[in-house]
């Protein structure tokens, strides 16, 4: 059976991802990186979402580096912005995240034998993130090619991103599709230890904008005073 | 004054790394990452040359991806081989090593608005890691010229690999110019807790052999019982 590596944040463009490689025949092994995100409840969903694909086995692997700061998302002195139309990189934007991720399921999926690695960006409805966009990804996979044994010895992984070129609505309904319960996906910035979402953050709005467009129910929790 | 974060594994390339990045001036961040490696005694060796260095900061950043497995160097059940004179990359190869600790030195970099990354990379006398090569460096700041915000903004981080084309003994002569003291460096895969090395692994024989050839006394204490 082939192996892939998940990237497996626990918010909705992951959650599909895994979906889909797990409905390509993949033996998924979802890897979600603790990286001191000041919300935990997207580790909380991402554990019931490889738990709901069963995924062959899920890590959650511990990398400090908000400590070292930098970002919205990791420290506490910085708030979380709502939703801007603006050309301008975001606070939330975290220096170099999907690099280290990707490179941590690189090395993980070296050591499984495992011959893909899945990612959930998107290129269409996103934050402006830099590690987004496809020629990113196209620049990873070139540098994969060159770091690993695997790639040496003639077996390549592959760093595929099924969602890069998909707006919200489109992989909300790839994901309707491919039976992915999204109650329990966590995508807002600063949910709350119930998982419940602010409702105004760059994440929820794309979401929110999402679901509206698919033409279906958002089953989004909301917290009850910013419930919008 | 321009500040670099520079890679301290705590063996003697780093370190030689490290002086050559004082004397050019910048102010040095040190990054040295516990990945789970079996002998810590590099580590303390990397706290005593960030400090012999005058290095502005030294992080100690916990990677946890020995607990994945895959290597020598992490894995008790993998003993370290004797140095081989063969072509193939040796158990000692960590998965995907070098691509995880440049990626965390990119983030950090970033948030700290240094413009340089130095890594003591060798592609001449060095284990056959694909990791260290040079057309590897070339993809990875390719990757960096496009993963992070401030490259988007115009200020791009580059990576240095000053030891990239040095032989051993020619690192140990800069190393020498630049008053390295190699008797605080740690070399070997498998040295003790008092930071003593075996003498006959791969990375100890790359030592060895470079003082020879550099026609300098060599300072690496070796265990009693392994002494040659």
Chains 1, 2 share one sequence.
């Not at 992984?157 to 309707?176: C, E, M, S, V, W």
């Not at 089953?219 to 910013?226: E, L, S, W």
């Amino acid at each position: 059976m082939k192996k892939a590596v998940v990237l497996l944040s626990g918010g909705l463009d992951s959650a599909t991802c895994l979906a889909y490689a797990s409905s390509k025949g993949y033996e998924c092994y979802a890897l979600s990186i603790d990286y001191g995100q000041k919300q935990l409840a997207e580790l909380h969903a991402a554990k019931k979402i490889a738990n709901y694909f069963q995924a062959k086995q899920h890590e959650i692997v511990n990398i400090p580096i908000g400590k070292l700061g930098g970002s919205a998302l990791t420290d506490q002195k910085i708030e979380v912005p709502a939703h801007l139309e603006s050309d301008e990189i975001p606070v939330t934007y975290v220096p170099a995240r999907n690099t280290i991720f990707l490179s941590i399921a690189l090395g993980w999926a070296e050591i499984l034998q495992a011959n893909t690695i899945f990612a959930g960006m998107s290129s269409i409805d996103y934050s402006g993130y830099p590690d987004c966009r496809p020629e990113y990804v196209k620049a990873f996979q070139e540098l994969a090619n060159l770091a690993t044994k695997a790639a040496v010895e003639g077996h390549p992984i592959r760093i595929a991103t099924p969602l890069i070129y998909l707006n919200k609505a489109q992989t909300i309904q790839l994901g309707d599709k491919l039976n992915v319960d999204y109650s329990i996906t966590v995508t807002c910035y600063q949910a709350d230890h119930q998982g419940r979402a602010c409702g105004y953050c760059d994440s929820c709005m794309l979401r929110k904008k999402g679901f509206e467009k698919a033409g279906l129910q958002d089953p989004t929790r909301y917290q009850p005073q910013k419930n919008q």
